[in-house]
Nanobody, 121 residues
Framework: QVQLVESGGGLAQPGGSLKLSCAASGRTFSSYEMVWFRQAPGREREFAAGISWSGSGESLYYADFVKGRFTISRDSAKNTVYLQMNNLKSEDTAVYYC????????????WGQGTQVTVSS
């Protein structure tokens, strides 16, 4: 029903920036939510940032470790959600996934394939 494709990952230096994209295709909804997660080697997947929208507006929410550094945004015309990552740290190194379609149990039905972010000097 919905396909998600992440892009924009790569290598950045500490203090640098990257902008991730998550393009959605298939079914879309006038009111929806999309969330970024990340998973580093040897660590569990963790929430990074999310955005929800409806006809009345948008809501943005962030994990504490990204506040002030990352910004989530949406381009409705392109069916794409972005994660602008500034002031990157080595601990930001992870595979970043976008997810959508929260079900009754709170799990997300749709996931992208992930994009690798590596922060190293």
């Amino acid at each position: 029903q919905v396909q998600l494709v992440e892009s924009g990952g790569g290598l950045a230096q500490p203090g640098g920036s990257l902008k991730l994209s998550c393009a959605a295709s298939g079914r879309t909804f006038s009111s929806y939510e999309m969330v970024w997660f990340r998973q580093a080697p040897g660590r569990e997947r963790e929430f990074a940032a999310g955005i929800s929208w409806s006809g009345s507006g948008e809501s943005l929410y962030y994990a504490d470790f990204v506040k002030g550094r990352f910004t989530i945004s949406r381009d409705s015309a392109k069916n794409t959600v972005y994660l602008q990552m500034n002031n990157l740290k080595s601990e930001d190194t992870a595979v970043y996934y976008c997810a959508a379609g929260r079900d009754e149990s709170g799990s997300f039905e749709y996931w992208g394939q992930g994009t690798q972010v590596t922060v190293s000097s």
